[in-house]
């Protein structure tokens, strides 16, 4: 009996195959937002956006090219713009504290939250916490939760100095790659649009990736419908079996 199910399996394996297909492309279709921006943190001047509240008990600078010593802490509040000008449009603010955690190297613990003030995430926030090695090119700190149209948002940043450190103001170049599915969110109340910006405003960079929330809706849709044609499918399988 066992074996006349096996035409049956022939049948149904292609059909299986293309639901797998729909699968992986619904997972994949939810997409990453990515977002671009330039931060400027500037302790020198009249009017800084990074103030220093604590200094570490050494006598010696721990990191010699920040000027800072192990146990240093730092408020800020650093504008966000579109370009390396800080003149050019302002697109957020990164808010929140770094400090010098590291006794041998330049390495910072940072905290922040990357509050979006213009375009489709206008009063969204990401929030960012790792190690920021100021040594390497390039340093990943991670992404971990948002608001707002980043609700639970996952993903990381990509931290650079392009133009290196002048004296201990630096300009930060930030690439932001972020998603929102997945997260298990679907029972709650859908949050208040943040703001009141349009995907057309703000500078363009930060604006991108406005249409996930649409695009969340239609994976998932398409993983339900998936789930159930599987259902199905197992269970004219199963009758084939016990036929």
């Known amino acids: 009996m066992a074996t006349s199910t096996a035409p049956v399996l022939l049948l149904l394996l292609p059909l299986l195959l293309s639901m797998s297909a729909v699968l992986t492309l619904a997972a994949d279709s939810n997409g990453t937002t ?21 200094k570490g008990p050494g006598s010696t600078l721990t990191a010699p090219t920040l000027g800072m010593t192990f146990g240093d802490t730092t408020v800020i509040d650093d504008p966000l713009t579109a370009t390396s ?27 922040a939250n990357l509050l979006l003030t213009s ?63 997945g997260n298990g969110v679907d029972a709650l109340a859908p949050a208040p649009a943040p703001g009141g910006g349009d995907s057309s405003s703000g500078g363009g ?12 809706g239609a994976a998932r849709s398409m993983r339900m419908t998936g789930g159930w044609v599987v259902a199905v499918l197992v269970a004219v399988v199963g009758s084939c079996w016990v036929w």
Not at 34 to 54: E, Y
Not at 85 to 110: D, F, K, N
Not at 205 to 216: D, E, I, T, V
């Open 85 to 111: 000008s800080p003149t050019s449009a302002e697109l957020g603010r990164m808010q929140g504290i770094y400090m010098l955690a590291s006794q041998s190297g330049a390495a910072l613990m940072v905290c």
């Open 205 to 216: 960079s930060a604006g991108s990736g406005g249409s996930n929330k649409s695009s969340s």
């Open 34 to 54: 990515h977002l671009s921006f330039f931060m400027h943190d500037i302790t020198s001047g009249s009017n800084p956006t990074a103030v220093k509240v604590i």
């Open 119 to 181: 375009g489709a995430h206008n009063g969204s926030t990401l929030a960012v916490m790792g190690r920021d090695d100021t040594g390497e090119d390039v340093r990943e700190i991670p992404v971990v939760g948002g608001t707002g149209t980043f609700r639970m948002a996952t993903g990381y940043v990509l931290w650079k100095t392009p133009q290196g450190i002048n004296g201990t103001d630096a300009t930060v170049q930030l690439d932001v790659y972020v998603t929102t599915d």
